[in-house]
């Protein structure tokens, strides 16, 4: 797949991005990332990309120039535009999901008070926030979207490393995981699973799920499988 991030600071992408799993589905072909700068599509000396806001009020806005010539640049027949913004649909893994099916992701990072209206009326497809909190521009929200959607792209997790099992893929929180020593610390590992019993074992976790996702999140436990992307065992 490809993925195209327009942003004022393409320096925050370098890092992130360059290591671990996003970074060998790279080399293998699976993403190719191209890192915009915003910049390169304006005409002025000054290479403009904002503007204070009609009406007045404290803040500048991205003008719509160079974001609509950026946006008609690099977009092709199957592309998503997407807007990162507080305003957006809370980002989640079935939206992960989504997304990792997609020829072409062309995300917009917003900066400063926020975005001309007018891109978000005739540009965006999906305006995503990532949470209830104000950061100083879109570039972490296009990082950590695009480090969901490159390890649910197909290859890009080795055997060891499957999505299948984990928090969130059966829309339940992940049971507690031990490794050796069984005892540390004068803390031991919970007997059932040093007992070689599978059968005992899967129990066990699928309570443990339960119990954890109904103390912790019980919200996740009202969602629809639509929601949250896949079947739970019940
Ligand atoms: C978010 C967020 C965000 C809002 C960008 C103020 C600069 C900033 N974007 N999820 N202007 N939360 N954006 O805080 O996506």
């Not at 904002?50 to 009406?55: A, C, E, K, L």
């Amino acid at each position: 797949m490809r993925i195209d991030v327009l942003t004022l600071f393409p320096e925050m992408f370098a890092g992130p991005l360059d290591v671990s799993i996003v970074q060998r589905a790279r080399v293998a072909g699976l993403l190719d990332l191209r890192v915009v700068n915003l910049r390169d599509f304006t005409h002025d000396r000054h290479k403009t990309v904002d503007d204070r806001p009609f009406g007045g009020g404290p803040g500048m806005v991205l003008k719509p120039e160079p974001l609509f010539e950026a946006v008609e640049a690099l977009r092709q027949e199957d592309t998503k535009v997407i807007l990162f913004s507080p305003a957006g649909r809370r980002f989640d893994q079935s939206m992960a999901r989504e997304w990792a099916a997609c020829a072409h992701l062309l995300m917009i990072c917003g900066s400063y008070e926020g975005v001309d209206e007018r891109v978000r009326e005739a540009l965006v497809d999906h305006e995503v926030s990532l949470g209830d909190y104000v950061l100083t521009n879109g570039g972490l929200p296009a990082i950590v979207t695009i480090d969901a959607v490159t390890r649910l792209l197909p290859g890009a997790l080795g055997d060891d490393e499957s999505s299948q099992d984990e928090s969130f893929s059966q829309g339940l929180l992940e049971y507690p995981h031990y490794t050796r020593p069984a005892e540390f610390r004068g803390m031991n590992v919970p007997e059932v699973l040093l007992s070689g019993h599978h059968a005992e074992i899967t129990k066990w976790r699928r309570e443990q799920s339960r119990l954890r996702t109904a103390e912790r999140r019980p919200d996740l436990l009202n969602k629809t499988e639509n929601e949250t992307g896949a079947s739970r065992p019940t």
